[in-house]
């Protein structure tokens, strides 16, 4: 059905329904004053057409819900309220009828229908009724005395009188309702326009808002009332909670300090994510205000970091990657070419000089200096040599358990640290050398940080298989990893550690980034938590 049609439609609805109580209410009153005042000594009529009225209402109903074509039965419903008014107009003395008013119905039924056209037709018509009625009325054929039981004679002077009354009344009215009508016309054409607009701006907003790349949420302090794509997803990863709870535990003090300083806060904030891995995350918090001033919500954008920083991490470690790759050919030449003179030199004076007991002590610890010294020399040309990976098939959870077992015997109390592993048994292509390193390391800092704490330990190793990835975390319960050192936990000679040579994570890191993998540190409940992530 077209938009004018359905528009006409809707109005016949309410227009019936209206009808239905106005008349029903004027004729219920009409009952009560002829039972009263008795003016009217036949009530027949009116019970006539109260029954009418009813009857015609149904058939209405039964008719809007059928029709295709409102205009027509818009057309015979004016006709027929026409109609029933100049009977009951007639029934009710003519010229001194309390219900010629009743006309002022059909000049507002037909503006509301067909506007100002319609408005004035309906008072033109209304004249000629009321002028053929008042002219019947004033001739002797006149039939009123079939219906009022007193026949009432007028003068000429006093019907032109009320005539010229009732259709100047008629008139203006009709005149004013054609106004009205077609001024509200012109303003649902306007107001049309105007949603038009608006919901093409608000598309237009949906769209941009849609296509930034970037998170945009509009917190009002309990609920998050406007939150793009972009931002749903970033939030995705932080919690699978509703996102309003995310706002009021994450950002509860960056949201309370916008406020508190009335303007735009950046920062950057470094999350846990759903997967186990670090979360970078840059705001911007930008309270919202009314035209009182006063602080409604907070605009808040996101943008996820985390590439950025994984980048800007690698490109740190390679720069000294970089750097000790041109230092390891330095100390390979300038210190263990003279190590290894000065350890021939110590044991060729201890081998040919009589020694007492304290200079053979002084000797032996030269000479152990001396080892320990090139063995780190050994570790760090190790660690910053290119090796080429032997990649072969390896089976995750016996390399982790015969790393464990081979590390165990190298425990005082092998019962005061506990083991477990949680997952399947995913198959990983790498250098198995290389990935027992990558374990080994890890699981003596564990032991290291556990009997540094002196408590009964655990670590716990959980593999899982997802459908392109293998993930796996190695958390231990010593307590965990200072925040103010995560970001340099993988940086060479970086150590928190009495003497530690800071290469244990520096080679995991390395071995990882080398099998295409990636590696992130955070703290638990119980400790710190390494999770690495590969692709299979």
Request: aromatic share 14%.
């Amino acid at each position: 059905m077209e938009g004018k049609q359905q528009f006409l439609l809707n109005r016949l609805k309410w227009v019936s329904f209206y009808r239905v109580i106005i008349a029903f209410c004027s004729l219920l009153l009409l009952i009560f004053w002829k039972s009263r005042v008795d003016v009217i000594p036949e009530s027949s009529y009116f019970i006539t057409i109260l029954i009418f009225i009813f009857a015609i209402s149904i058939a209405y109903g039964i008719f809007i819900r059928k029709t295709k074509k409102p205009f027509l039965l818009i057309i015979l419903q004016i006709t027929i309220d026409l109609l029933v008014i100049s009977f009951i107009v007639i029934a009710t003395a003519g010229v001194e009828s309390p219900f010629i008013f009743f006309y002022a119905f059909i000049i507002l039924e037909s503006g509301i229908f067909f506007a100002k056209k319609g408005a004035y037709t309906a008072s033109l018509v209304n004249v000629f009724c009321i002028g053929l009625i008042f002219f019947f009325q004033y001739k002797p054929f006149y039939p009123f005395n079939r219906l009022l039981s007193t026949r009432i004679v007028y003068a000429s002077q006093e019907l032109f009188y009320s005539f010229s009354i009732f259709s100047l009344e008629f008139l203006i009215l009709g005149l004013l309702v054609g106004y009205l009508t077609s001024e509200a016309a012109k303003m649902r054409e306007n107001l049309a326009e105007s949603e038009a607009k608006v919901y093409d701006l608000e598309y237009l907003k949906s769209a941009i808002l849609s296509g930034i790349n970037e998170g945009l949420v509009v917190f009002d302090g309990e609920k998050v009332t406007y939150i793009n794509e972009v931002a749903k997803g970033i939030l995705n990863k932080i919690s699978t909670g509703n996102h309003e709870e995310v706002f009021r535990k994450v950002f509860a003090d960056e949201i309370e300090e916008a406020k508190k300083q009335r303007g735009i806060i950046k920062f950057e904030k470094r999350l846990p994510a759903v997967t186990g891995e670090n979360m970078w995350l840059a705001f911007t918090i930008s309270p919202l205000m009314d035209h009182n001033n006063v602080i409604i919500g907070n605009l808040i954008s996101l943008q996820d970091l985390t590439n950025y920083k994984d980048m800007e991490e690698k490109l740190r470690i390679n720069d000294k990657f970089a750097f000790i790759g041109k230092l390891s050919a330095v100390i390979a030449h300038e210190i263990r070419n003279p190590l290894a003179s000065l350890r021939g030199s110590i044991e060729f004076l201890r081998e040919n000089t009589p020694l007492d007991e304290d200079n053979k002590k002084v000797f032996a610890i030269v000479s152990r200096e001396i080892d320990r010294l090139n063995g780190f020399i050994t570790d760090f040309l190790s660690y910053s040599r290119v090796s080429e990976l032997n990649k072969t098939k390896i089976y995750l959870k016996n390399l982790i358990n015969e790393v464990w077992f081979e590390l165990l015997f190298s425990l005082e109390d092998k019962d005061k640290i506990k083991f477990r592993y949680i997952g399947g048994d995913p198959v990983f292509y790498g250098d198995p050398n290389q990935m027992r390193q990558v374990f080994f390391n890890l699981f003596l800092n564990a032991i290291e940080v556990i009997e540094a704490k002196g408590v009964e330990g655990e670590v716990v190793v959980n593999v899982q298989e997802e459908k392109n990835h293998i993930n796996i975390s190695v958390e231990d319960n010593g307590g965990g990893v200072d925040e103010t050192v995560v970001d340099k936990i993988f940086d060479p000679f970086f150590t928190t550690k009495k003497g530690g040579t800071g290469l244990g994570l520096a080679v995991v890191y390395k071995v990882v980034n080398e099998h295409g993998g990636k590696i992130t540190v955070r703290n638990g409940e119980r400790g710190a938590i390494f999770n690495m992530r590969f692709e299979i």
